[in-house]
């Protein structure tokens, strides 16, 4: 579960649970920041518990993007300062014996920058500060830094660079000069110090009554009552103390013993340090001898990878010759491509112009239909509904010029209705053709026509003046099959076309 996910339980649900692991993780961070700035456990307790107490009552107030790693930091950072200016006089004396410390002849890279880590740390963006603190303090892989940061992997190391060197520089201006990769190991090794298990109970216990009670008012009470209790229970000892061997001896005493058990936490913490110290130098021997050995390694593969180079320029230049080709290639097709476009363009006007003259022959040819057919007409008005024999008889030649137009090609047209449709009322009028059904053929073209798409077209005229013009392909591919009801003697037909749709 994550951080943010806990705070939601503890301002939600007032879970202690969730604020007791809020505290396991973390505790380590704040303690350790106030001892390195405090120089005293007890101190760094008092702090510590403090800290998480502001936890307890702001943690409904935080913001949902607030790392708490850093809020935690930022916090121990301000209440060290408020510590640190109530007692100034013993923290001058605590930076001088750190500085003595530094100058020592058994000084490591730790002791170097212990005394001045929080100043640097603030001179850090807060981004940065949060990836460091994430990194090198709380020890995280790269990906819990990008998640608890909201980046991916490769952002979150990159940032961390970025901060590293950032802290080399704020350290070179001390006259602090360390390599990046002994800096970062100083750090993680140094910085987090194990709180004491007596200090977790304490804390949580005392934040949580302090936090998670009840309202504001309450919580100031109870934080309070609780340092009451504490401060009783020390003042029971000392009174209890003075009443045995009186109060100056007993407090030259408690002096004496305070002091010593500050002697007694320098030594182990000098000791811890330089155990880390050896730790650091082993880390480094052994980091010397890997790059060591990578250097072997990379020397002895350098005829391979010169092999491997020259054979790449090889393949190089032959790709430079088929670039070369290639760009030969696309512009000969870039030429084919121009002179195709101005064939077919051509091509394209040659087409419709020819298209162009098959639909003005197609139209004269309907023109001269429909003439045709209302001469038809005016002929058997004047003739008590018959036809003439023939469209070159004589006593048609009237009507055809009544009808007012001048047929471009006589001879391509055919009368092919010969008679009505019952033989017997022909023969009473000798064989001399009537109007018919207005769906009945009267004149048709004698040629087909050829479009330009090959298609074979003929027109034809009703006896009710109409014109029709009929591809092949729609009857069946044979206008003969269309005109099966024709026959070679001339007897009379009935021709009747397709209805339009």
């Avoid at 850093?70 to 109530?86: D, I, V």
């Avoid at 790709?319 to 064939?343: D, F, H, S």
């Avoid at 003005?360 to 045709?372: C, F, G, M, P, Q």
């Avoid at 018959?386 to 004589?394: A, C, E, H, Q, R």
Wanted: aromatic share 6%; hydrophobic share 40%.
């Amino acid at each position: 579960m994550t951080d943010r996910e806990l705070l939601d339980q503890i301002a939600r649900q007032q879970s202690e649970a969730a604020f007791t692991e809020i505290v396991r993780r973390h505790l380590g961070l704040v303690y350790s920041a106030a001892v390195r700035q405090l120089g005293s456990p007890d101190e760094a307790r008092d702090v510590a518990q403090s800290v998480f107490i502001r936890l307890a009552r702001q943690c409904a107030q935080l913001k949902s993007d607030v790392v708490l790693t850093g809020w935690l930091y930022r916090t121990t950072r301000n209440l060290c300062l408020e510590t640190n200016r109530k007692q100034r006089r013993q923290r001058e004396r605590e930076q001088a014996a750190a500085a003595n410390l530094m100058t020592s002849e058994t000084a490591n890279p730790w002791d170097q920058i212990a005394p001045v880590l929080e100043p640097a740390m603030d001179e850090l963006t807060e981004a940065e500060r949060q990836a460091v603190l994430l990194r090198f303090f709380q020890n995280k892989s790269l990906r819990e830094v990008g998640a608890a940061l909201g980046v991916g992997e490769d952002a979150a190391q990159k940032r961390v660079g970025r901060a590293l060197d950032r802290l080399r520089d704020i350290f070179g201006k001390r006259s602090i000069t360390l390599p990046a990769a002994v800096l970062a190991t100083a750090i993680s090794g140094g910085a987090i110090q194990t709180a004491p298990a007596a200090v977790l109970s304490f804390v949580t216990t005392s934040a949580l009554a302090s936090g998670m009670v009840a309202t504001t008012s309450l919580l100031t009470q109870s934080t309070s009552t609780t340092m009451n209790l504490l401060n009783l229970k020390t003042a029971a000892v000392v009174l209890a103390a003075a009443a045995v061997t009186g109060t100056s001896t007993y407090f030259v005493k408690e002096h004496q013993a305070t002091r010593l058990r500050a002697d007694y936490q320098s030594l182990k913490e000098l000791q811890t340090r330089f155990a880390t110290a050896q730790q650091q130098a082993t880390a480094t021997i052994q980091l010397r001898d890997e790059q060591i050995e990578q250097l072997r390694k990379e020397v002895a593969e350098l005829p391979r990878l010169r092999g491997e180079v020259d054979k790449l320029n090889r393949e190089l230049d032959s790709l430079n010759k088929l670039r070369a080709q290639n760009e030969q290639l696309i512009a000969e097709a870039g030429k084919l491509r121009a002179q195709l476009q101005a064939a077919t363009a051509t091509t394209v006007t040659e087409r419709q112009a020819e298209k162009m003259e098959f639909e003005k022959r197609r139209r004269e040819s309907i023109e001269d239909l429909k003439a045709l057919g209302l001469a038809l007409r005016i002929y058997a008005n004047d003739h008590n509904d018959l036809f003439p024999k023939g469209l070159d008889s004589p006593e048609f030649q009237p009507a055809l010029l009544e009808a007012g137009r001048k047929l471009s090609d006589r001879q391509n047209y055919e009368q092919v209705y010969f008679g009505r449709a019952d033989p017997i009322v022909d023969g009473v009028n000798g064989g001399i053709p009537h109007v018919q059904s207005s769906n009945t053929v009267v004149v048709r073209q004698r040629e087909p026509m050829v479009d330009p798409d090959g298609n074979r077209i003929k027109c034809y005229t009703t006896a009710d003046g109409a014109v029709q013009t009929v591809t092949e392909s729609m009857v069946g591919g044979s206008f003969e099959q269309f005109e099966r009801n024709w026959t070679v003697n001339h007897k009379p037909i009935l021709f009747v076309l397709p209805q339009p749709n």
